[in-house]
């Protein structure tokens, strides 16, 4: 059995808009983190600190720097479209 429709088209939209203002902010704080790593070496040297850079490169930059940033905007697209297609489809049941 399908679940009942309900669409707050304002207030979701809101969400939507506030997922994709913070990408931005996500892909800044990655960047900030991915220099603080570039320059860790400067201050922290050893077989610990490269284990720690190793780790970073090959574990977490790509994942902080792309992965995550561009996941969270797809999603935000994806909601939007759906939003739109539950609209449009709303119209076209209504005859408009």
Same mark, same amino acid.
């Given at each position: ?15 939507? @808009? ?18 603080? *790593? ?27 720097? @792309? ?8 999603? /935000? ?5 759906? *939003? ?10 209504? /005859?408009?």
């Amino acid at each position: 059995m399908s679940k009942p429709i309900y669409l707050d088209f304002p207030s979701a939209s809101a969400c939507v @808009k506030r997922i994709s203002a913070e990408i931005p902010v996500m892909r800044d704080s990655a960047a900030k983190i991915s220099a603080a *790593m570039n320059d860790l070496p400067n201050h922290w040297r050893g077989e610990a600190s490269d284990k720690a850079q190793y780790t970073y490169d090959e574990q977490y930059r790509t994942l902080l720097t @792309k992965t995550v940033p561009d996941a969270v905007e797809s999603f /935000g697209q994806f909601m939007d479209h759906c *939003m739109q297609q539950l609209i449009e489809i709303d119209r076209m049941l209504a /005859g408009k």
